[in-house]
């Protein structure tokens, strides 16, 4: 019977295969790319009405009106279309998640409760059937991120690894990547959670918060160890006389260089990381998921904790919470002054193929009290700043890398097409496996 399974297994792979898009990794240009006479919304200042926008060596050279075409440069007329800067999702396991059917085809998260030397760089899959699909949607940068295993052990994943910032281009997923490591993904365990049905028998409330304290006593004693391995590091030089991997993943959070990003949803969670933030005051922490962060609106803001919303669709958790809790999260955000962007569903039924609908993650804030430019850099902007590469990410402005897209309308609308699609200047083959479909029975 294993053998029978192994079989279809490999056998359903070798047929996703088969099937894949016929879409090729962009080739650099041979020189400058002009697109000529397009909208441009740079995101973060005015819309430029009819503008040049000047492509040479992967970055945005020159951005304005009548533009001169330089010598051998290949001149694209965008007349009546607009440019915006390509998407960027700041949570996602797109490229690690292909069928959740299949196990083979998952690689997102690791047996085990404490697991911060995993690097998501390492298991992204630049042969995704997700990818091709997403891009078509605007969405050409993705913060790929380890997830928490929690079936079949006995304690639930706490220290899920490293994020890695990839462009949804290239062959492999060393091409892919911008930023090896992103940030420490820590998931929060759950005091009680919130429930949308009957409340649970006493005892096993008992159970749940005993559980909880034991998980939170794995986080603090994990941070203890890797300070004290920091502490005989330093000691020793520079130079310890054992390496551990799970404790070297963990210092460039622990020395402020990159954030921890602590995924918890419901406002008991969130209260507790806001009390554990008090007790590491070194940490730059990032809360991710954040359902419930409209509640602790202003002890956010007073710790200056920025939030990645993950997504703006999900279904309320309680049963008294009101039908547009989660639509209007953003925006009562936004109001109160702290810092977020928005990310795709995780939460919900569809995983990573929830990608393709980050912008319309973001039509939905807009629709329930988010200014719709305020929806736009949720998007662009907003994930490059919390993701600590807004200088070269996240608007159109001269010197960032030419990651941009061309539509024929508000991306944030879903009738708008993206018409092309450049990364680091390269334009990108917008077929994908969908597409391929509609072209062959076209002809049946």
Not at 48 to 60: Q, Y
Not at 136 to 147: D, R, S
Not at 327 to 344: D, P
């Amino acid at each position: 019977m294993n053998i029978r399974i192994a079989l279809s297994l490999t056998g359903l792979l070798a047929a996703l295969a088969l099937h894949a898009s016929t879409a090729l990794p962009a080739k650099r240009p041979a020189g400058p790319v002009l697109l000529r006479g397009g909208e441009v919304h740079p995101v973060i200042g005015a819309v430029l009405p009819k503008a040049d926008v000047l492509l040479m060596d992967g970055k945005i050279a020159r951005i304005g009106p009548k533009l001169s075409a330089p010598a051998g440069a290949e001149v694209v007329d965008v007349t009546g279309q607009r440019i915006y800067p390509g998407f960027i999702i700041a949570n996602t396991t797109l490229g690690l998640e292909e069928i959740g059917a299949v196990r083979a085809s998952v690689d997102s998260s690791e047996y085990g409760p404490i697991n911060p030397n995993v690097r998501a760089q390492a298991a992204f899959n630049p042969d995704s059937e997700m990818i091709p699909v997403a891009r078509v949607n605007g969405v050409l940068t993705a913060c790929a991120t380890p997830v928490a295993a929690n079936e079949g052990q006995p304690v639930p994943g706490l220290l899920a690894g490293t994020s890695s910032l990839m462009r949804l281009d290239g062959w492999t997923w060393e091409e892919m990547t911008l930023r090896p490591t992103v940030g420490l993904q820590l998931f929060w365990p759950a005091p009680v959670p919130a429930q949308r049905g009957p409340a649970p028998a006493p005892g096993a409330l008992e159970e749940t918060r005993k559980r909880y304290a034991d998980q939170v006593k794995l986080i603090r004693q994990a941070f203890a160890n890797a300070r004290a391995y920091l502490r005989a590091k330093d000691a020793a030089g520079g130079h310890p006389a054992e390496t551990d991997l799970r404790w070297e993943a963990m210092l460039p959070a622990l020395r402020g260089e990159q954030p921890v990003f602590i995924h918890a949803d419901d406002i008991k969670q969130i209260a507790a990381v806001l009390d554990w933030a008090r007790e590491e005051p070194g940490l730059k922490l990032v809360l991710v998921g954040g359902r419930d962060a409209w509640r602790a609106a202003d002890r956010l803001k007073a710790a200056n904790i920025p939030v990645i919303i993950d997504g703006t669709t999900p279904l309320p958790a309680r049963r008294d919470d009101g039908y547009d809790a989660v639509y209007a999260n953003a925006g009562k955000l936004h109001a109160a002054g702290v810092k977020f962007c928005i990310s795709e569903s995780t939460n919900e039924s569809g995983g990573p193929t929830n990608a393709r609908n980050l912008p319309y993650e973001a039509a939905m804030a807009a629709s329930y009290g988010l200014p719709a430019d305020e929806a736009l850099k949720a998007i662009t902007i907003y994930p490059a700043e919390i993701l600590g590469v807004a200088a070269e990410l996240g608007s159109i402005e001269v010197g960032k890398r030419a990651t941009l897209i061309v539509t024929d309308g508000d991306p944030l609308e879903i009738p708008t097409q993206v018409k092309q699609a450049y990364i680091d200047g390269a334009r990108i083959d917008l077929r994908t496996r969908q597409t391929d479909l509609y072209d062959k029975y076209r002809q049946r």
